[in-house]
């Protein structure tokens, strides 16, 4: 049996998964992959888009313009099939991507490729042993892999997390969906509508006569092989037709089950994304925060394999995630009730919809939507505290630059915008980059609206800001110490 040492071990090389290796190898930990499939391509083109914070975090990295490149902006957030225009919010990205999955995993995987992390491809992980020194990874090929972290990012039926022992707590499903990718002949009906079950419709995918199609079937049905002939049924139930439908490159099934893990860690065990919460795929959430997952757990987990913080910091990422996907897997579940095509749903779609036309919900439900409202409890303060740090156009002593592009490298960052002298954090200058500059206008939030200016921002790696100076330093150090470590 041959084993090989990484300092981190990912299982699963889906957009959670990559996301995580792109951000520790930024760190310069030595991370690698297991993939089951040989190459990157994905059998159909599963998730549609991006969220603006997603996009956000993206260009904090320096990389979303490889996706902008690829996909279409649009207003892409709704609820109960309520469009939520989020062009007036205070971002730079205010919108929306369309961008199908399979494109999404390509440059993410061009992106990983370039930061040098390998990727054992073509295997899974069959077991795992974890002790007081780290994890030894048994693969399905024989070999094994040592790590001092395992972090499992193989998706709802996580291999990682029933191995690890860890309880998937909530909801069974309450409907099935059959997806499929196909050619169709003659007038299709492309378009959404409402069954009773939920939302269905045909897409067109290309000019070829191409089309994605998503039927609610009548009855709950498990398994992810549905047969050919299924899929020709459920077309004449809802359109009296099956439009021909031929050369299917992808059928699946999915449903609306929503469980989430009881806890993301178990000692050097971890999970992220579909590994630790799965729901229906109704707004467009699931890749979204798994990739959040992944930036919120990425620094921490450097900095822990470092040796600069001890690995109680890794129980931050539990206590920050497992409350966002915990609202997530609600509304979801509020989005599929809503949708149902009866006529008391239908009644109050359309009260949601009038609702939504109303500025505050608007703005409450597109925050939510898009990301853009998440606020980690850190404790009482100012109203950045917890929050996305705004992309500011600041001037430096180098000349103009934006707050995103400091974040490029993703370290932490003192932004100094107060008197000079007054902050000192030379004892933390190996591990938080001090920026002195000037900023004069308004500091807006979405959903928030204005906030006072603050004097300094403590930011961490994923962009959400850590400490919030007034003038003084008072609290600063207790800050970088909890985050980034004792003083050197």
Same mark, same amino acid.
């Given at each position: 049996m041959t084993m090989t040492d990484h300092a981190v071990v990912i299982a699963g090389g889906g957009p959670t998964g990559l996301m995580l290796a792109a951000e520790l190898a930024l760190a310069r930990i030595d991370v690698a992959i297991v993939e089951r499939r040989l190459t990157q391509e994905l059998a159909g083109s599963r998730a549609g888009g991006l969220h603006a914070r997603t996009i956000e975090v993206l260009?904090?990295?320096?990389?979303?313009?490889?996706?902008?490149?690829?996909?279409?902006?649009?207003?892409?957030?709704?609820?109960?099939?309520?469009?939520?225009?989020i062009s007036d919010f205070p971002t730079r990205h205010n919108y929306g991507l369309a961008l199908w999955q399979n494109h999404i995993e390509r440059i993410l995987a061009?992106?990983?490729?370039?930061?040098?992390?390998?990727?054992?491809?073509?295997?899974?992980?069959?077991?795992?042993? *974890?002790?007081?020194?780290?994890?030894?990874?048994?693969?399905?090929?024989?070999?094994?892999?040592?790590a001092q972290y395992l972090v499992g990012c193989d998706g709802g039926r996580s291999t990682i997390r029933k191995h690890a022992g860890i309880e998937f707590v909530g909801w069974d499903p309450s409907v099935s969906y059959l997806?499929?990718?196909?050619?169709?002949?003659?007038?299709?009906?492309?378009?959404?509508?409402?069954?009773?079950?939920?939302?269905?419709?045909?897409? &067109?995918?290309?000019?070829?006569?191409?089309?994605?199609?998503?039927? $609610?079937e009548p009855e709950v049905r498990?398994?992810?092989?549905?047969?050919?002939?299924?899929?020709?049924?459920?077309?004449?139930?809802?359109?009296?037709?099956?439009?021909?439908?031929?050369?299917?490159?992808?059928?699946?099934?999915?449903?609306?089950?929503?469980? *989430?893990?009881?806890?993301?860690?178990?000692?050097?065990?971890?999970?992220?994304?579909?590994?630790?919460?799965v729901h229906s795929?109704?707004?467009? *959430?699931?890749?979204?925060?798994?990739?959040?997952?992944?930036?919120?757990?990425?620094? &921490?987990?450097?900095?822990?394999?470092?040796?600069?913080?001890?690995?109680?910091?890794l129980d931050t990422y539990q206590a920050e995630r497992h409350p966002i996907a915990a609202r997530v897997l609600k509304m979801t579940m509020a989005v599929t009730a809503i949708n149902r095509g009866d006529d008391r749903t239908t009644a109050l779609r359309e009260a949601m919809s009038e609702l939504l036309k109303i500025d505050?919900?608007? &703005?409450?439900?597109?925050?939510?939507?898009?990301?853009?409202?998440? *606020?980690?409890?850190?404790?009482? $303060?100012?109203?950045?505290?917890?929050?996305?740090?705004?992309?500011?156009?600041?001037?430096?002593?180098?000349?103009?630059?934006?707050?995103?592009?400091?974040?490029?490298?993703?370290?932490?960052?003192l932004l100094d915008l107060g008197e000079p002298g007054v902050l000192d954090i030379a004892p933390w200058a190996d591990r938080v980059r001090h920026v002195e500059a000037r900023y004069t206008g308004a500091w807006e939030l979405p959903v928030l609206g204005s906030?006072?200016?603050p004097a300094a921002v403590l930011i961490r790696p994923d962009g959400y800001v850590a400490w919030v100076g007034t003038g003084t330093d008072t609290g600063l150090r207790d800050q970088l110490t909890t985050w980034f470590g004792r003083s050197g």
């Open positions: 260009d904090q990295r320096g990389v979303a313009e490889r996706f902008l490149a690829a996909g279409q902006v649009a207003q892409v957030a709704a609820f109960a099939m309520a469009p939520l225009d061009g992106w990983v490729e370039e930061l040098a992390v390998p990727i054992h491809r073509g295997r899974d992980v069959a077991s795992f042993v *974890q002790d007081a020194g780290g994890v030894t990874v048994a693969l399905s090929d024989g070999s094994s892999l040592r997806i499929a990718e196909a050619a169709m002949t003659g007038d299709v009906a492309v378009g959404l509508r409402h069954g009773p079950n939920g939302v269905y419709g045909i897409g &067109k995918l290309d000019e070829r006569n191409r089309t994605r199609i998503v039927l $609610g498990r398994g992810d092989e549905p047969t050919l002939d299924e899929l020709r049924e459920a077309l004449v139930a809802f359109y009296g037709t099956d439009y021909g439908v031929h050369d299917v490159t992808w059928l699946s099934r999915f449903t609306d089950m929503t469980r *989430q893990a009881a806890t993301y860690r178990n000692g050097r065990v971890l999970l992220a994304g579909d590994a630790a919460h795929p109704a707004g467009g *959430q699931g890749l979204n925060i798994g990739v959040q997952d992944a930036v919120n757990l990425g620094w &921490k987990l450097a900095q822990v394999v470092n040796g600069t913080t001890p690995d109680s910091l505050e919900p608007r &703005k409450r439900y597109a925050g939510m939507m898009s990301g853009l409202d998440i *606020q980690y409890d850190l404790g009482a $303060g100012h109203p950045l505290l917890g929050r996305r740090m705004p992309d500011l156009d600041i001037v430096t002593a180098d000349g103009p630059q934006r707050v995103f592009a400091l974040l490029h490298a993703a370290r932490p960052i906030v006072a200016a």
